[in-house]
């Protein structure tokens, strides 16, 4: 059957035990009368559990194929990967008001009203604080959708609609649409390698960030200007955390998902390499002191950030270290009185409305929703544990169909956001993501009993499978339209403004005659 891999009993000579494989490493063997064949892998792929390449050859960046080791040398990856990184942390730093700057160039002939449309939907909110809500609103929602399907993903967009792959992709900070031309980078790539690299670029943009600040640092001091905010520089590190923790806690997640066979554990990913390594204790290490504390600390931090009990450098030290800082937080609690705590004075604003701008502030007998980053975390890491943990694919999507009906009930009892249309455009994101995981649960099924997908009923999953593409395709599909209609109504500007200029310029210009001829 696909996506199983057979191996011999030991209590038992003439039996076999199936291991559920990864996706994309096993495949039905061919059908021989000279053998009894069981096991078979997909393409080049090949040892245990099809978890490594054959001789010669080496693992795809963004795929399970396995390509010639000479055909590994492109080096077009590590310039596209700067490009894309050096992109982000600009957005980052500058993070644009996109949809405010489309909107007032569609109504530039009624600024006024376009500007209390799109930026005052709510009288306590800015124009920073409404973007930010619909940022946290899309990663979520691309990273979560990434994590609930099943199959090929690029089988799934390539032959549809292939921009949405890349959308998919830029949002959880990879650059799976340049697979052809870098999906190998280098000889030697390993399915461990390969899930460091990933994550590689979030320090990537972290390294530039600080060359960025570190630059304009420098100019403003030649210049003998005042230095940029620390405290913008430390909300820009915050951000990227909170929007990149999907992608750190997968890498590691994956690599510590060890299943037992006969009497030793194996890597799921590579089932050559026998758990444990040293890396994975370094790895355990990492989870234990970042991807689990993190939540915890965003729900502890909020408030103390909010209540001025600590300061900005304090937060992003507790962001980065976890786990000793909330002992930290837990033993002063323990040890120091009310009155012995200090306030501080620091302006934290820019941190403030990363972490705070979007949701409700506490007023009156409503505790508001500060601490809600921490359930946007949370939420990531449910979702990711079952991904990476629970081997058999229909009951993996069991678990995230049934959290993601909680994470929608949860969402529609508090409403976090200020804005009421965010709120709304949140419920509707979790309702679409619910309906993918009921979707990818008929084809997980299917897999899970090593049944392919053909027949009459075929038809049916390509329709499912065009209503995710079409879904996924809405937001970049609907900035795309904005972007066209700006254009036009810049032009139809152009062309009603441009008479009226030579009007002017041709009364000037006679006028100027006439004076000199006087």
Known sequence: RPNFWGYPNSNNSDGLIFYPCPEG???????????????????????????KCAPEHSETLFSTKCRKKNQCNNHMFWIITILYTAAMAVYLFMKPPIINFLWKKIFWFRKREGYTAIG????????????????KIVFYFYQAAELLMVGSAEHLFLHKIPFVLSIIEVLNFEIHALQRPIGCPFAGLTAVTKEVLLSGTIFLILAELVTIYCLHFAVNKIRRKQGPSVIHFIAVIVELLLLSYERLAESSLNLMHCFPVGKE?????????VCWQWWQYVLLTYIIVFVVPFMLVLYVGSSKLYDASISAKEFLGACILPLPFLMYWLCKKAFLTRSNTSRVTQNNRDLLEVLHGPFREPKGNDNGTLYWESVLIGRRLVLLYCHAFITNSMFRLICMSVACIFIMLHHV???PFKDSIANRSETASLLILTVMAVINLSKATLMSFGITIDGPATSYLEFLDWFQVCVLAFVPSMLAVFLVIAVLSQFCRLILFLPKAISRFAKQKKSSVLLAFF
């Open 413 to 415: 009892i508090k409403s």
């Open 265 to 273: 554990k194996r890597l799921f990913i590579d089932a050559d390499i």
């Open 120 to 135: 005052e939907l709510d009288g306590t909110m800015d124009e920073n604080s409404e973007s930010d809500g619909y940022l």
């Open 25 to 51: 490493y096993c495949q039905t063997p061919p059908r021989r009368s000279d053998a009894r064949q069981y096991n078979h892998c997909v393409g080049k792929r090949s040892g245990f559990l099809c978890g």
